[in-house]
């Protein structure tokens, strides 16, 4: 295939910029000025690295940074290629007028994105998946592949992720209670079409998880948000919404790490929502996102473990312990019913899910790859995240506080005073750092509150944009 573009780059060894991301900002501008076009293919890892006489993984580093910042994706076994929707972004100026700022100068691009707590992808083992796949592609015969399995996915893949479930996170559970999905948000989707009906109430945790929100109202049910302290949802809350006769259908919840706080749900509180969702037939909607990194002695175990809970459905996803591209997640129930219209339901816009993948994943399993990942993984979060503290001590408890996290990959700063966060974010986005607003986690109004995920940044990167978080904070005070 003819690749007419060459990147004209020279390493500046004088920079204290990591070479792969002088690389990543040469082709951002490259894209900017017009030289690399919507669908333009770029080298490969192996060719690039020779043009330029660097290692083969810097270039994948490179990439890896420009996939993410979504200037260009990846097609598999065709290669990567410039996006086709090169990326914006909104912003209010001070009088809450939006207005779009564009990429137009090469020397300015977004170089410190603060995602939502996404892993790191250069220490996922994507050398032993690979393996694995081809692996298993090659050892079953064509026939067998090509046809359709179970809806619910891979019979012993399901048993694997039960069998995980309950050594790990207390649950009782077997593969006749488990959907394989496309990701954890195809999951929520599944259930809250399965489970609700227009009309239903479902209590949110508020400061919460959206894209979550989003799926409950696409099946027609209403939202009923509940503020988040210290101990996670104030159970007293739903309470008073009983007394006034919602139809409460649901309860979504974060409660291992909440999503966006980090806080954990005390036991007194589990325990009583357990016995109001028992009481009221009321399904509680477990999403344990950020269960696999935890640095202290052991996760707290997820409501859906208690034996005494009857109405639950759990999700969790695969995503973060194999590798940020990998889209398997699942959902858990003992409801066989709801299950069934998960399965029926599914059919109709997927039919079954990576069949190839998940026994891929179910090899590295057995194997004991995965396993070691995890551990790998949870020193190397916990050395970055005592980095952070570190630095959140130097340059902003100051002006803000924030607490050392047992585990996940997020950090909840609170401002000592009430901020106007668009201020925040536009100083932020001239400085060449982009948070998350607010207002992606809200109900109605901004909280006063950020959620600062470490997990896919740098130290380096870490290090520049914390201090520049201070100094900002400093002055809005």
Partial sequence: MLRPWKLEFKIDKKLAK??????????????????????????????????????????????????????????ERKGIFVSDQLPSLKIRSKDQQEVTREFTNPADPFLINYDDGHPDSKIAPITELARAYRQI??????????????????????????????????MDSNEHEISITRGSQMAMFLAAQSLLNPGDYVVVENPGYKPAW????????????????????????????????????????????????????????????????????ITIIE??????????????????????????????????????????????TKDRILLNKVGEL???????????MEQAVLQLIKEGAVKKHIKKATIHYKNKRDFVHTLLKKHIQDNASFTLPDGGLAFWIVPKVNLNWDDLTNSLLSRNVKIIHPQKYSFDHYLNGLRLSYGSLSEEQ???????IGEILKELQ
């Fill in 137 to 170: 592609f090659n050892r079953k015969a064509r026939w067998q592949m090509m046809g359709y399995t179970d809806v619910h996915g891979d019979i012993e893949f399901r048993k694997a992720v039960s069998q995980m479930l309950n050594h790990e996170r207390g």
């Fill in 462 to 468: 870490l290090e520049q944009s914390i201090a520049i």
């Fill in 346 to 356: 599914r059919k109709i816009i997927d039919v079954q899910g990576d069949v190839i």
């Fill in 18 to 75: 990591a070479v792969y991301l002088q690389i990543a900002d040469t082709i951002i501008a490259d894209i900017q000025s017009g030289r690399l076009k919507g669908g333009d293919a770029l080298p490969g890892s192996r060719v690039l690295a020779s043009m330029l006489a660097v290692n083969r993984n810097t270039i994948v580093e490179a990439y890896q940074v420009l996939i993410n910042e979504e200037w260009v994706l990846s097609k």
């Fill in 214 to 281: 989003k799926a409950f109202e696409h099946a027609g049910a209403k939202l009923l948000p509940v503020s988040v302290d210290h101990e996670g949802i104030i159970v007293e809350d739903i309470i008073k919404l009983l007394e006034e006769k919602k139809n409460i259908k649901a309860i979504y919840l974060t409660p291992h790490r909440q999503y966006p706080t980090t806080v954990t749900l005390s036991l007194a509180r589990r325990l009583k929502l357990i016995e109001i969702s028992n009481a009221n037939g």
């Fill in 287 to 332: 999403d344990d996102y950020d269960n696999e990194f935890h640095f202290g002695y052991r996760p707290i175990l997820p409501l859906s473990s208690f034996p005494e809970l009857t109405n639950y459905v759990y999700v969790g996803t695969m995503s973060k312990v194999v590798a940020p591209a990998l889209r398997i997640g699942y959902l858990v």
